[in-house]
T-cell receptor, first 113, second 114 residues
Framework: AQSVTQLGSHVSVSEGALVLLRCNYSSSVPPYLFWYVQYPNQGLQLLLKYTTGATLVKGINGFEAEFKKSETSFHLTKPSAHMSDAAEYFC???????????FGKGTMLLVSP | DTEVTQTPKHLVMGMTNKKSLKCEQH?????MYWYKQKAKKPPELMFVYSYEKLSINESVPSRFSPECPNSSLLNLHLHALQPEDSALYLCASSQGQGGREGYTFGSGTRLTVV
C-alpha cells in the first residue's frame, strides 16, 4: 500500500521567509500526489496535485511543489510566508489504480510576525 | 457548484441517541467518502461509495451506518455512539473512485458524544 511521510510535525517560519514542507512517498511506481491545507475546524482544501507531465506544479495561494522521482519526494514550498498561511498541511498519495487517498500525518505551519 | 455541503456543522448527542449526518454535492461526482478526523491527526477513511454502491468499508463499528440515496447525497447514521467517537467527520467526493483528480472535501461536522 502507498504511504507518505511528512518530516516534522511542526514548522515555524517568520513572515516573509521561505516555507518548505517535506513529503516523501514509498512506491517504485510514481503515484498521484497531493497537498491539502486545513484551517482550524475546517475541511481540507486542495492546494495542488501531481499526476503526470511537468514535475514542478503550481497551486493556489502562491504554493508550488516539485516531484522528484529520484528522491521519491514532493516537497511543498512558498517563497514568502504570510500570517494567513498558518494552518495544518497534509501530503496525500494515491496509486494509479482504483485506490483511495492516503494521508501523511500532517505538518503544522506556524508563522510569526 | 464546486462545493460539498455538510450538515449540521456541530452536533452534540448522548450515547443513547440516534442522529444522522448529511452530505450533498452537485458536481456530478460518482464517488463519495466519509472520513473521521481526531484532533491533531490525519483523516481516516471510513466508507467509500462508488456509483451509489458501498465499495470500501474500513472495518468501522456497526454503530456507524452509511447510506447513499442517490449520486448527490450521502448520509451517515449514528446510533449508540461512545465518547471516543467524538471527532470531526468529513465528507468528500471525486469524479471516480481513482485518486487522479483528488477529492473535494466538505467543511465537516464536529461531533461531540456525551
Amino acid at each position: 500500500a502507498q504511504s507518505v511521510t511528512q518530516l516534522g510535525s511542526h514548522v515555524s517560519v517568520s513572515e516573509g521567509a521561505l516555507v518548505l514542507l517535506r513529503c516523501n512517498y514509498s512506491s517504485s511506481v510514481p503515484p498521484y500526489l497531493f497537498w491539502y491545507v486545513q484551517y482550524p475546524n475546517q475541511g481540507l482544501q486542495l492546494l495542488l496535485k501531481y499526476t503526470t507531465g511537468a514535475t514542478l506544479v503550481k497551486g493556489i495561494n502562491g504554493f508550488e511543489a516539485e516531484f522528484k522521482k529520484s528522491e521519491t519526494s514532493f516537497h511543498l514550498t512558498k517563497p514568502s510566508a504570510h500570517m494567513s498561511d498558518a494552518a495544518e498541511y497534509f501530503c496525500a498519495v494515491s496509486d494509479r489504480g482504483y485506490s483511495t487517498l492516503t494521508f501523511g500525518k500532517g505538518t503544522m505551519l506556524l508563522v510569526s510576525p | 457548484d464546486t462545493e460539498v455541503t455538510q450538515t449540521p456543522k456541530h452536533l452534540v448527542m448522548g450515547m443513547t441517541n440516534k442522529k444522522s449526518l448529511k452530505c450533498e454535492q452537485h458536481m456530478g461526482h460518482r464517488a463519495m467518502y466519509w472520513y473521521k478526523q481526531k484532533a491533531k491527526k490525519p483523516p481516516e477513511l471510513m466508507f467509500v461509495y462508488s456509483y451509489e454502491k458501498l465499495s470500501i468499508n474500513e472495518s468501522v463499528p456497526s454503530r456507524f451506518s452509511p447510506e447513499c440515496p442517490n449520486s448527490s447525497l450521502l448520509n451517515l447514521h449514528l446510533h449508540a455512539l461512545q465518547p471516543e467517537d467524538s471527532a470531526l467527520y468529513l465528507c468528500a467526493s471525486s469524479q471516480g473512485q481513482g485518486g487522479r483528480e483528488g477529492y473535494t472535501f466538505g467543511s465537516g461536522t464536529r461531533l461531540t458524544v456525551v
